[in-house]
Nanobody, 115 residues
Framework: QVQLVESGGGLVQAGGSLRLSCAAS????????MGWYRQFPGKQRELVAS???????NYADSVKGRFTISRDNTKNTVYLQMNTLKSEDTAVYYC?????????WGQGTQVTVSS
């Protein structure tokens, strides 16, 4: 069982920045891939960014050059630094990981970007 707790969401003006954090209940050394997804109202969750244990990253085209995913295994935490935020980034952001074939999600954190 893995619990993921997100924090760092909130309201920000367009062009601003936020940093999301996701703390895992197990050592993140044991978690190969960790990711951030977001969900718009009435839509399915979509991948924003992911990072593997060796530091390989993957980004959605819509956030490339603006968002940066990183992880600190000493703190069992994955981060999403979001810069130059746009109104279309407004969504609920979820942390995600997998372990032993099971998928785990955090509770989600709301990010609202005002134009």
């Amino acid at each position: 069982q893995v619990q993921l707790v997100e924090s760092g969401g909130g309201l920000v003006q367009a062009g601003g920045s936020l940093r999301l954090s996701c703390a895992a209940s197990v050592s993140s050394y044991r978690l190969n891939r960790m990711g951030w997804y977001r969900q718009f109202p009435g839509k399915q969750r979509e991948l924003v960014a992911s990072i593997t244990s060796d530091g390989s990253t993957n980004y959605a085209d819509s956030v490339k050059g603006r968002f940066t995913i990183s992880r600190d295994n000493t703190k069992n935490t994955v981060y999403l630094q979001m810069n130059t935020l746009k109104s279309e980034d407004t969504a609920v952001y979820y942390c995600n990981t997998n372990r032993f074939g099971l998928t785990y999600w955090g509770q989600g954190t709301q990010v609202t970007v005002s134009s």
